[in-house]
């Protein structure tokens, strides 16, 4: 069974750190590109972090040097670490595993920042 299973969101005063982990199962992790998305209420989903199977990571601007991506092909596990969190990052995080013709997606984690 395909699917992508999303842990580790939460609520945290601004400036605190969350580590965000997707494990996948049912494809094989490594050829497949992850990214994790957010969406906050009444926006648009979008593209917070991505990486390749071979490492290669991409940033939306509002969060380099704060966040960072990192996979574990071993144990078919993507991970977003968060650091210096901030009001403005709360949402709903969501996983995607991006192959050769599929996009598969999680069921998203909530992440609540205070000010």
């Known amino acids: 069974q395909v699917q992508l299973a999303e842990s580790g969101g939460g609520l945290v005063q601004a400036g605190g750190s969350l580590r965000l982990s997707c494990a996948a199962s049912g494809i094989s992790f490594r050829f497949y590109v992850m990214g994790w998305y957010r969406q906050a209420p009444g926006k648009q989903r979008e593209l917070v972090a991505g990486?390749?199977?071979?490492?290669?990571?991409t940033y939306v601007d509002s969060v380099k040097g704060r966040f960072a991506i990192s996979r574990d092909n071993a144990k078919n596990t993507v991970y977003l670490q968060m650091n210096s969190l901030k009001p403005e990052d709360t949402g709903v995080y969501y996983c995607?595993?991006?192959?050769?013709?599929?996009?598969?997606w999680g069921q998203g984690t909530q992440v609540t920042v205070s000010s």
């Open positions: 990486i390749t199977g071979g490492g290669s990571v």
């Open positions: 995607k595993a991006k192959g050769i013709g599929d996009n598969i």
